[in-house]
């Protein structure tokens, strides 16, 4: 009983732990399984060039509208499409790779934000959008981030068919779809973007790519096949955020970094005792 109130207290005595959860497991629930295509596509990296390609936007928005989570969300849209748009057309008219274009964009773009927040904004503002704010969400950032989830959610759904089948035989996709390939590639990429948006709303823009690609790695060493993947990784994301809130409250450490640090601590055990492929499985086989 007393592990019970424990665990409960926290989220029915204060609001803002109530409505920082509610937003962490609708970002679990959207942003995990995009983590798991990102993993199955070999481009796990570009999810974190992309967290940061958006500060300049989320910065301009900031030094246009203050502290406004739509004005920050949809300039770090804009902006991390932007990257993402022009690494890809970088990649096709040269020599250089996407992860390699991807780098290039993102650094200046992570470089360029910071400049622009220290324009305007304190230490403790440019430590919020880099860091994210996440027991200070309220209503409005609710509703954008369950807006985005159900969006993201819809989306995915329509194009699931064509993202699996591109992640293990690109070419049949490419042959049978022809120029709509490039449309699911940049829908993908536009899912991608606007959940790191969402994130960088809670966990901040350093911190935002933890909860879409740590529960996805994870849960590959669970599952055996894709949709369990999928299912795991978005209960593993639930766990992390559940939690990392409960540390953040009873070890006054910040909630942001806790989530993050509890989904890096299950990626840990996961490589140890997880179940498809994990060191002590391997060993004892």
């Known amino acids: 009983m007393m592990v019970f109130h424990l665990l409960t207290d926290p989220f029915v005595d204060f609001g803002f732990m109530r409505r920082a959860l509610v937003a962490c497991l609708a970002l679990s629930l959207s942003a995990a399984p995009l983590g798991v295509f990102l993993l199955l596509r070999r481009m796990s990296l570009v999810g974190d060039a992309l ?18 989570l739509v004005a920050m969300g949809i300039g770090g849209f804009i902006a991390g499409l932007a990257v993402a748009m022009m690494s890809g057309w970088v990649s096709r008219r040269t020599l250089l790779k996407e992860d390699a274009s991807f780098a290039g964009f993102y650094l200046g773009s992570l470089a360029l934000g910071v400049t622009l927040v220290s324009l305007r904004g304190s230490n403790m503002d440019l430590l919020h959008v880099l860091f994210g704010s996440i027991l200070a969400v309220d209503r409005e950032a609710m509703t954008l981030v369950g807006a985005i989830t159900t969006v993201s959610m819809l989306v995915l759904a329509a194009i699931y068919r064509a993202l699996v089948i591109e992640s293990f035989d690109p070419v049949f996709l490419r042959v049978s ?54 299912v795991v990784a978005m209960l593993i994301g639930v766990a992390a955020s559940v939690i990392g809130l409960l540390w953040s409250y009873y070890a006054s450490l910040p909630a942001g ?22 060191v002590l499985t391997a060993a004892r086989r």
């Open 177 to 230: 779809m022809g120029r709509w390939l490039m449309v699911v590639h940049a829908l993908f990429l536009s899912l991608v973007v606007i959940n790191l948006v969402a994130g960088f709303q809670i966990l901040g823009t350093l911190m935002s790519v933890g909860l879409m690609m740590l529960p996805a790695a994870s849960a590959r060493f669970w599952a055996k096949n894709l949709p369990n993947t999928l």
């Open 257 to 278: 970094p806790a989530i993050v640090l509890s989904a890096s601590f299950i990626f840990f055990l996961s490589i140890l005792f997880g179940t498809r492929g994990g």
């Open 51 to 68: 967290s940061h390609a958006v500060l300049p936007g989320a910065a301009i928005g900031y030094l246009i509208s203050g502290m406004s």
